[in-house]
């Protein structure tokens, strides 16, 4: 059974940086694609970004281009998102996904953008 853990969330003021890491388990993380997805308060999920199997495929949201970096380290079973220069639109729940709809997803960690 697919275990997805997210940590890493927090308040952080306008400007300012979080980097999320999201544990897997019960499945084969180094062949699987994976995904961050959002949710903020009253809005239904927001894909963010996609990262393949082995790191060569990589794609974002336009709403996070050039702000946010999805990695991972397949020998950690580790997935992460850095997120830079944050603005209070970015305030949602994070959870890592298995696809780009949140199919597997973890209870997700809080990230609040606020001064």
């Known amino acids: 059974q697919a275990v997805l853990v997210e940590s890493g969330g927090g308040l952080v003021p306008p400007g300012g940086s979080l980097r999320l890491s999201c544990a897997a388990s019960?499945?084969?993380?180094?062949?699987?694609?994976m995904s961050w997805v959002r949710q903020a308060p009253g809005q239904g999920l927001e894909w963010v970004a996609s990262i393949s199997a082995a790191s060569h495929g990589i794609l974002y949201a336009s709403s996070v281009k050039g702000r946010f970096v999805i990695s991972r380290d397949n020998a950690k079973n580790m997935l992460y998102l850095q997120m830079n220069n944050l603005q209070p639109n970015d305030t949602a729940v994070y959870h890592c996904a298995k696809d780009t709809k949140g199919s597997g997803r973890g209870q997700g960690t809080q990230v609040t953008v606020s001064a």
């Open positions: 019960g499945f084969t993380f180094s062949t699987s694609s």
